[in-house]
């Protein structure tokens, strides 16, 4: 999600840490490609801003440094199971529905988008009900065009 130039931006905060050393093409493509695709410019900055403010050590944050803060930072950002179970309790909501409700907040979804969504989808794990067949004995024998119409002698010799 994040363009070049973003992640070039996010380097050179980091590298504001550090005397604001020159960024090279080479140094801003390798950064950008290591960074995870579905961050946005946002998290990264939030990110290396964590990171410099717990530093003591004096040590560069890299661009696995970047990708494990947004990590932790959307893991923080979910709500705990009992969090969720509470939820779903205040809600009403029945046990497959709490299933959805629970598996849409773990995606990230807000609990008016989750509730909304667990109450008009379809349960993945339904099977549809099976519709019955037709069934006939009668064509299970040859020549016998009905129950009944053919002698047990012919059924007999044609099986």
């Known amino acids: 999600m994040l363009t070049l130039k973003e992640s070039t931006l996010v380097l050179a905060k980091i590298r504001v840490h550090h005397g604001n050393a020159a960024i090279t093409d080479l140094e801003a493509r390798t950064f950008h490609e290591e960074l995870r695709a579905d961050?946005?410019?946002?998290?990264?900055?939030?990110?290396?801003?964590?990171?410099?403010?717990?530093?003591?050590?004096?040590?560069?944050?890299?661009?696995?440094?970047?990708?494990?803060?947004?990590?932790?930072?959307?893991?923080?950002?979910?709500?705990?199971?009992?969090?969720?179970?509470?939820?779903?309790?205040?809600?009403?909501?029945?046990?497959?529905?709490?299933?959805?409700?629970?598996?849409?907040?773990?995606?990230?979804?807000?609990?008016?988008?989750?509730?909304?969504q667990a109450l008009t989808m379809r349960n993945p794990l339904e099977l549809p009900a099976a519709q019955p067949k037709s069934r006939s004995t009668a064509r299970r024998f040859a020549g016998a065009q009905k129950l009944g119409a053919a002698s047990l002698g012919s059924i007999l010799r044609g099986a």
């Not at 179970?85 to 995606?107: K, N, V």
């Open 39 to 116: 961050m946005t410019l946002g998290e990264a900055l939030e990110a290396v801003k964590r990171l410099y403010a717990d530093n003591s050590t004096g040590r560069w944050c890299g661009s696995g440094d970047v990708n494990a803060m947004v990590r932790r930072m959307r893991n923080e950002s979910k709500p705990s199971e009992a969090q969720i179970a509470r939820e779903c309790e205040a809600r009403g909501l029945s046990a497959d529905e709490a299933w959805m409700y629970r598996r849409q907040r773990m995606l990230g979804n807000g609990p008016e988008q989750a509730q909304q």
